[in-house]
């Protein structure tokens, strides 16, 4: 089975700091990984994803995670944190059922952002 | 533009009654999920559909009541079995083993 789990449910930085928020997988298949943002009272927001081409994958907001097979880690970074992005952010994989396929969300992490 | 559209946004419920949340997508896509909300524990899979007239039961669906008459379409009802539905509800969409999109959400609150 595939699943995901994000370490620390805050993180806090200062403005201009490096972003870093941890996630490991585990799964017995090769991974289809993601990373959401989520803004207060809004939906999900895809940053990036991993689909088994290059390791390391940029995304949106000058956000980028390295997929780390020795590790089973997809952690995401930002050189340098902006105040715009104090969100939650939620790592994910995807689990193939017969039924079907969907995605399988680890518990969340709430950037904070000080000034 | 494409996307998906939840209605509702906010809604009150009293206990006891069913409520039904709207969910549009015109991203032709085939694949609908529900998604429950609540603090501190993400999102969690209350049923999902691959095709039309066909849906599965996530992790939590008890409670929980969903059609997919439409491939557009994907209406969830919590009903009165659903013992604690204050939360906020999520619905998306995809196409084959891609990323989920997702609509802006619907809050509920039972009184």
């Known amino acids: 089975a595939q699943s995901v789990t994000q370490l620390g449910s805050h993180v806090s930085v200062s403005e201009g700091a490096l972003v870093l928020l941890r996630c490991n997988y585990s799964?017995?298949?090769?991974?289809?990984l993601f990373w959401y943002v989520q803004y207060p009272n809004q939906g999900l927001q895809l940053l990036l994803k991993y689909t088994s081409a290059a390791t390391l994958v940029k995304g949106i907001n000058g956000f980028e995670a390295e997929f780390k097979k020795s590790e089973t880690s997809f952690h995401l970074t930002k050189p340098s944190a902006h105040m715009s992005d104090a969100a939650e952010y939620f790592c994910a994989v995807i689990r193939f059922l017969n039924a079907g396929n969907m995605l399988t969300f680890g518990g969340g992490t709430r950037l904070m952002v000080k000034p | 533009d494409g996307g998906i559209t939840q209605s509702p946004k906010y809604l009150f419920r009293k206990e006891g009654q069913n409520v039904t949340l709207s969910c549009e997508q015109n991203l032709n896509h085939d694949a609908m999920y529900w998604y429950r909300q609540d603090p501190g524990q993400g999102l969690r899979l209350i049923y999902y559909?691959?095709?039309?007239?066909?849906?599965q039961k996530g992790d939590i669906a008890e409670g929980y009541s969903v059609s997919r008459e439409k491939k557009e379409s994907f209406p969830l009802t919590v009903t009165s079995a659903q013992k604690n539905p204050t939360a906020f509800y999520l619905c998306?969409?995809?196409?084959?083993?891609?990323?989920?999109?997702f609509g802006e959400g619907s809050r509920l609150t039972v009184l």
């Open positions: 559909s691959q095709i039309v007239n066909d849906f």
């Open positions: 799964s017995s298949v090769p991974p289809y």
């Open positions: 998306a969409s995809s196409g084959r083993l891609e990323e989920l999109f």
